[in-house]
């Protein structure tokens, strides 16, 4: 079986690095090998913050006791991706709404016509809108976003919520 077997992760998800953009590969030797060809002429190394973040949270178990805990302050956790095949092209968004035991609450996907990749990761914010909607209150965001990182840090908001 696992010479048929592929993994792949990211610690984004997996330890609650948000934004890291770090992730690992692991299976057959021939593949990974392949895969590193390709992986070595799209992408750049990762930082060496991110290295030892990383060798950290490898130590810390699964979630790196981040979000494990965030019941004792929020209510729901909030993560979010979003995408735009091209600038503008068809765009996506999609997000999953967990308690504090991390149980699914809610999945929500949604077509946002055709956006530039800007426009679909500003719309994060559909997510705080259906908590707002159904009353829920004490919200973790997660999200890879630089743009919506930038609007949490700013006065800016480039949208309203009621």
Known sequence: MWERTLVVNGFSKAFA????????????????QACGKIQS????SASSISQKAKVAALGLGYAG?????????????????????????????GGVFRNSTNEVVLVYKRN????????????????????VERDWHQLWIESDSIVAIAAFQSNFLPWQLQ
Not at 19 to 31: A, D, E, K, Q, S
Not at 41 to 44: C, D, F, L, P, Y
């Open 17 to 32: 690095m948000t934004g890291w953009r770090l992730g690992y590969l692991t299976g057959p030797t021939h593949f990974v």
């Open 41 to 44: 002429q799209a992408t750049s």
């Open 112 to 131: 946002i016509g055709v956006e530039t990749n800007y426009i679909a990761e500003r719309r994060w914010a559909d997510g705080v809108e259906i908590a």
């Open 65 to 93: 006791g981040e979000t494990v805990g965030f019941g004792r302050f929020f209510d729901l956790s909030y993560t979010n991706d979003s995408s735009s095949l091209g600038n503008p092209r068809p765009a996506a968004i």
